[in-house]
Antibody
């Protein structure tokens, strides 16, 4: 069974930094691209970032480019999101999701339940 | 960036009725790289349709997708009680990937 479990969320001040993690199990992690998708309270889905199977290709939403960095450790079956210069508008539930194949030009076929990030002064 | 717009924002229907949801992209979506997701309160989204018209594993055949270029449609032929939820379309042919704002299908 595919499982994606996010961790690392919390409450922090504007300008702060946070690193989210996603532990993957139940599939061959290095065969799939991975992604972060966020959802602000009561709002819709927003794609944040994606990374291909070997980390050689990444993509970002314009709203986070230059502030967030996605990475992965295939030996640890883990995905990460380093979030810097956080803003109030980054407050959201952050989902880890798996692309259906190795690149991020694919649909997202499995999702985690998310970890909540709250940015507030 | 491809902007994706969904309509209507809310659809009020009764069980057994047909639901038709629209998704429009600001530019042509390459190779019909268009997906639909269902999200229920407190749950993660679930993939329903990919490639504009292919059903994901385990999705009932009352769900169907169609369209190409900039205009896409999700149809639920006969609404079951468990189908009342929010539906999102997403283009994944061009980075950044983008979602529509969602259509809520509610019980009338």
């Amino acid at each position: 069974e595919v499982q994606l479990v996010e961790s690392g969320g919390g409450v922090l001040r504007p300008g702060g930094s946070l690193r989210l993690s996603c532990a993957a199990s139940g599939f061959t992690f290095d065969g799939y691209g991975m992604s972060w998708v966020r959802q602000a309270p009561g709002k819709g889905l927003e794609w944040v970032s994606g990374i291909n199977w070997n980390g050689g290709g990444t993509g970002y939403a314009d709203s986070v480019k230059g502030r967030f960095t996605i990475s992965r450790d295939n030996a640890k079956n883990s995905l990460y999101l380093q979030m810097n210069s956080l803003r109030a508008e980054d407050t959201a539930l952050y989902h880890c999701a798996r692309f259906a194949s190795g690149s991020y030009y694919n649909p997202l076929d499995y999702w985690g339940q998310g970890t909540l990030v709250t940015v507030s002064s | 960036e491809i902007v994706v717009t969904q309509s209507p924002g809310t659809l009020s229907l009764s069980p057994g009725e047909r639901a038709t949801l629209s998704c429009r992209a600001s530019q042509s979506v390459s190779s019909t790289y268009l997906a639909w997701y269902q999200q229920k309160p407190g749950q993660a989204p679930r993939l329903l349709i990919y490639g504009a018209s292919s059903r994901a594993t385990g999705i009932p055949d009352r769900f169907s997708g169609s369209g190409s270029g900039t205009d896409f449609t999700l149809t639920i032929s006969r609404l079951e009680p468990e189908d009342f939820a929010v539906y999102y379309c997403q283009q994944y042919g061009s980075s950044p990937l983008t979602f529509g704002g969602g259509t809520k299908v509610e019980i009338k």
